[in-house]
């Protein structure tokens, strides 16, 4: 998957994990489950780009993750979570070492909201990885997505 990033761009492996399948939606994999089998759950893995001017502020709102129901509807009773939060990529010449200056809160709506931790002035481009859990009135696991957010801030101010 290619995204445009402020002065070019720049693509990225989006592999479906072997027990997934590729939907016609770009970046989107959904667990595979029998026919007949009522306690599998059709997890998601979603990838997601994000471009970025160079400068952002710190405690800057990114982007808002939700995960949804089969109804189509958000899932209000979700809990978000980093799973892996480095700016090391395949291909990437980056520190690998360093964490990415982002973080993830839970807002009243069931969403995710990914936030600047620090003002960006490097170019670089990260990678973070996000799980989603919504849980059911019983407390159990009804849908799972996890995100692979791949964030650019360009060289450039604009």
């Known amino acids: 998957m290619c995204f445009n990033q402020r ?3 720049e693509c990225v492996d989006i592999p479906c994990p072997a027990n997934y399948e590729r939907t016609e939606r770009a970046g989107y994999c959904v667990r595979k489950c029998p ?3 009522v306690h599998c759950r059709r997890d998601v893995l979603e990838y997601m780009t994000l471009s970025l001017a160079n400068g952002i502020r710190s405690h800057q709102d990114l982007i808002r993750l939700f995960t949804k129901i089969q109804d189509g509807q958000i899932h209000e009773n979700s809990f978000y979570k980093i799973i892996q939060n480095t700016s090391r990529r395949c291909g990437c010449t980056c520190d690998c070492s360093t964490q990415v200056p982002f973080n993830i809160r839970h807002d009243r709506n ?3 909201v990914v936030y600047t931790l620090e003002p960006l002035t ?3 481009t990260y ?3 996000v799980e989603a ?3 059911n009135d019983a407390h159990q696991i009804e849908y799972q997505t ?3 957010i791949f964030i650019s801030v360009s060289v450039y101010p604009y």
């Open 7 to 9: 002065g070019g761009y």
């Open 35 to 37: 026919y007949n089998d």
């Open 110 to 112: 069931g969403k995710g």
């Open 122 to 124: 490097n170019a670089k």
């Open 127 to 129: 990678q973070m990885t």
């Open 133 to 135: 859990t919504g849980y």
């Open 146 to 148: 996890t995100f692979v």
